[in-house]
């Protein structure tokens, strides 16, 4: 990760920034969606992931220190995913196989939410998102 | 729509609340399909979008609107070694990928 960062370095004109985004895991519980109304189903199996990324912000934390790049601002927001069914939540969640699963007991109460719900009814993760600015300190 | 990410616009508003990117050359690390480029790219000079991952460039290519086809371009890279001369960015975007 040094490496990736110092490589945008490189590539970054004088006075150049750097926009750090990512998710702030684990996810929040997954909800059933219908209208304005949210009901929560429960949570993903997330039991091997620590929260946050301490990789990440250890090698953020390292080109800061080598004068790399200075920390100008951090923001952040929730963003929620939708699905219309559990296959599609099951398909988007292969992605993040290594610190997120679904587990079979969820993913039958899912099914049952969506089908009592009807059409209107939708699948909703919601993620917490971490944004840092960074600028180039030029060498 | 059978799925749908971040419909209420959270992750553009944010983005354009903390970084002017109107008329920057931009990185894009992690680009995959261009989710968020789109967000941006209409008032960016221009981005170059990577990812390790052909099949996401290959996406990100076929699917950039026609008013960006001379703006956006897709690059096969991976992020430790940059196939990019030095100081050519105004800005570079780590979309979900660090």
Not at chain 1, 7 to 33: K, Q
Not at chain 2, 22 to 37: H, P, W
Not at chain 2, 59 to 67: I, Q, V
Request: hydrophobic share 40%.
């Amino acid at each position: 990760m040094v490496h990736a960062l110092s490589e945008m370095w490189r590539t970054l004109a004088a006075g150049g920034v750097l926009l750090d985004i990512r998710p702030y895991l684990p996810f929040g519980p997954l909800e059933l969606v219908r209208g304005p109304e949210a009901r929560s189903l429960g949570r993903l199996d997330e039991a091997e992931f620590d929260p946050g990324d301490p990789a990440a912000d250890n090698a953020v934390a390292e080109v800061t220190r080598r004068g790399l790049f200075a920390l100008r601002h951090t923001s952040s927001f929730y963003s929620s995913s939708y699905w219309d069914s559990v296959a599609e939540l099951r398909e988007y969640l292969k992605d993040w196989y290594d610190v997120a699963r679904l587990p079979r007991r969820l993913a039958g109460e899912a099914r049952t939410a969506l089908r009592r719900a009807g059409s209107s009814g939708r699948l909703r993760l919601k993620t917490y998102v971490v944004v840092n600015v960074m600028r180039k300190i030029p060498g | 729509m059978t799925s749908s990410f971040d419909p209420e616009g959270h992750e553009a508003a944010t983005l354009a609340s903390v970084l002017e990117l109107t008329g920057a050359r931009v990185l894009e690390i992690g680009a995959g399909d261009g989710r968020l480029t789109w967000q941006y790219a209409a008032r960016a000079h221009s981005v170059i979008g990577t990812d390790s991952d052909a099949e996401s460039v290959g996406y990100l290519m076929e699917d950039r609107p026609p008013g960006l086809w001379d703006r956006v371009a897709g690059v096969i890279a991976d992020s430790q070694h940059l196939p990019f001369a030095s100081e050519r960015f105004d800005a570079a975007v780590l979309a979900w990928s660090l």
